[in-house]
């Protein structure tokens, strides 16, 4: 059963950058897709960005997040990360990663895709 592990959560100014982790065990983790989902107080789960297993250069943003967020992966390290800069009040939440089965060179942001989730790590930014 695959597991995955988000780190790099924590308190961030209004415009800084905090960079998320999100790692892979039991799986061969580059045969998945690994999405980036963040929840709200009070909202429903978005789906903000994903990255495919193959052909990395087909990365998936929202339009909250593009231009600011990035998403990559290290298949090496069974890693893959958000790095989110310039970053708003409204990105504070709980970050989620999962992954898919998926030998794609290009990947979706709906949270029904997934079968395997992190348990989250909060982000929170102060205005």
């Known amino acids: 059963q695959p597991q995955l592990e988000e780190s790099g959560g924590g308190l961030v100014h209004n415009g800084g950058s905090l960079r998320l982790s999100c790692a892979g065990s039991?799986?061969?983790?580059?045969?998945?897709?690994i999405g980036w989902f963040r929840q709200a107080p009070g909202k429903e789960r978005e789906g903000v960005a994903c990255?495919?297993?193959?052909?990395?250069?087909?990365?998936n943003y929202s339009d909250s997040v593009k231009g600011r967020f990035t998403v990559s992966r290290d298949n090496a390290k069974a890693t893959a990360y958000l790095q989110m800069n310039s970053v708003k009040p409204e990105d504070t939440g709980l970050y989620y990663c999962?992954?898919?089965?998926?030998?794609?060179?290009?990947?979706?942001?709906?949270?029904?895709?997934?079968?395997?989730w992190g348990q989250g790590t909060q982000v929170t930014v102060s205005s």
């Open positions: 999962a992954a898919v089965p998926m030998l794609e060179t290009f990947c979706e942001r709906a949270e029904h895709e997934y079968g395997y």
């Open positions: 039991d799986m061969t983790f580059h045969n998945y897709a």
């Open positions: 990255i495919p297993s193959r052909g990395t250069s087909n990365e």
